[in-house]
């Protein structure tokens, strides 16, 4: 880190610290006078609560699931999604607002897929409350307590259990580190080998993720980027092929995978000659799009919800993103574009488990080899059996439709939530 990087690290960790304190001394010991609903659920999405991901599915599963008199809250800091949802009959608040506050405050569980729940003071204001936590990828990146702990070894001046004690102690002080009521994930192996090591929780469930139903009903397609989607039926009437491209977003690279206006060109022409269209989901912090253009790549509305659309894909093109993961489960090629695999696990993100052993398909390094890999996997699919084991460790082939209601199930028995 440079000088101005570590002042600006210091000045959030002091704020941080300062607000933590408010919420410790002032807001909980208020926040205990006031019981706790078991009949009031809040969910949130993640960046703030985005109407996406495991959160979306649950939220909108539990409408029809949950027991006569409980009410499934969605909270949000996006007024669009707030409106989005108003719209469409379905309970939600905006968050900071007295009703959102006054929300937090009474209720009984707080559902969520991610750990930047516990920001605008909102850890402290649902102290007492239980805390679900379904997350929102199963792949092979270190995540929270874990990636604190292997960061921590890679420290020469101090001790690394140390570092992690301290680093830990920090993120509880803070809110960002709880003790969770419930973690669900996927899989035994998953929870064995990535959950449990990563977060505290009383209990772990491997039920599946809501997501995967792959619902297009008219709830789930809301929050998605429909101009995409209402061309995919143009597209299958002239039997072109789908391909999703998901790669993750790095400060080391100016453009998303290479993808400069001499690459869009030819991808464009192979795409003409070969009837496909690329549809592209990038984050949304990505850089260089602006050299992005062609007649059959298609760019996805970044903050939109991407599940809807993967099935009706014929295959997927990714490099780290977890989402390759929920692909396998739909039995359709997976290729890997990583032309800088030993650069990213060194300054990106520590990666958990063996990439090849993780990745069931083709790992090319330039668009060329890629382009030439999807056309023999269209031709002859050698990585089926590959796949196939992969699922087995990673969803213990659950119904993933069933997903909600196994969470609601163990929420009932724990008398988290009132039952009927």
Known sequence: MSGADWLREGGRIFSQTMLALIGWLVIVPLIWLVPRQKNLMVVMGRNGGKFTDNSKYFYLQAQNSLPVGIRCMWLTSHRADKKLLE????PVLFYPSVQGVWLLVRAGVLVVDSCDWYLQMRRFLLSGARKIQLWHGVGFKQIE????SHEAKEKQWISGSVITILRLGLRTFTGRHVRYDLVNTTSRFYLEEVFRPAFASHYFLASGYPRNSFSCDKNALLGTDTGILGKIET????????????????ESRP???????DTCRNLDAWCALHQVELVFKFHPWERGVEYFSGKHLHIYDAGADLYPLIGFADAMISDYSSIY?????LDKPV???????EEYIRKDRQIQFDYNDMTPGPKVKTWPELLEALEQQWKEDGYRHQRHALVLKAFDELPQEKATEKILQLMQEKNWIATA
């Open 325 to 329: 993961m929920d692909f396998l489960l």
């Open 145 to 148: 307590g874990s990636k604190v």
């Open 335 to 341: 290729l890997f574009l990583v032309p800088d695999m």
């Open 255 to 261: 453009t998303p995978l290479g993808l400069d206006s």
């Open 235 to 250: 597209w299958q009437q002239q039997e072109r092929r789908i391909v999703l491209v998901v790669p993750t977003f790095r």
């Open 87 to 90: 719209d469409n009959g379905l």
